[in-house]
């Protein structure tokens, strides 16, 4: 009996020396806490108000929240919904994104696009959206296309809705 025990204590301590192998250290120690998240959500929708009044309502595939850096980052498909007096007047859809946790400001790049309720598109690499004039602007190239014209340029600014809009060293094709 006594072999028997010595048996099972040689088994347990060669378990935990095994147990005891580097093979779970992570890849990267590098990372401090200041690095990382302080939240995360996936399949997210998040609303901007004013007065109770629906703004913007953003939904994205992947939200970090770095509250200690103060924005949020979206790194999975962005989509922003605007809205004016309760109806929606715009959407504007792009692969990444951040969100300036103080002002609400929004900027979206990669792939961006903003297609207004009658139809207007709006192409370009980089766009940002500012919550307190309810404005978007790009120091990039746009291109803008209506029913009637096809406007390009290096910078642009514009209400939400694609209804007002300047563009900066303009190229286009204009018809009647």
């Not at 509250?67 to 790194?75: A, E, H, P, R």
């Not at 009637?148 to 563009?167: A, H, M, P, V």
Request: glycine share 6%.
């Amino acid at each position: 009996m006594t072999g028997l025990k010595y048996f099972y204590v040689l088994i347990i301590f060669c378990a935990l020396i095994v147990s005891c192998d580097d093979k779970f250290t992570p890849s990267r120690t590098d990372l401090s806490i200041a690095d990382s998240p302080t939240q995360e959500s996936w399949n997210s929708v998040v609303s901007f108000s004013d007065s109770g009044f629906t703004k913007a309502v953003l939904t994205a595939g992947h939200i970090s929240v770095y509250s200690s850096k103060g924005y949020t980052l979206i790194d999975s498909n962005a989509k922003v919904d605007f809205f004016k007096n309760g109806e929606k007047v715009s959407e504007l859809t792009g692969k990444k994104g951040k969100v300036d946790d103080k002002t609400k400001d929004i900027e979206i790049y990669d792939s961006v696009t903003v297609i207004n309720t009658e139809g207007s598109e709006l192409r370009t690499q980089k766009l940002l959206w500012n919550n307190k004039t309810q404005k978007v602007s790009s120091d990039v190239f746009v291109s803008i296309k209506t029913p009637n014209e096809t406007i390009e340029g290096i910078g642009f600014e514009s209400d939400q809705n694609l209804k007002n809009y300047k563009i900066y060293k303009v190229t286009g094709t204009f018809t009647k």
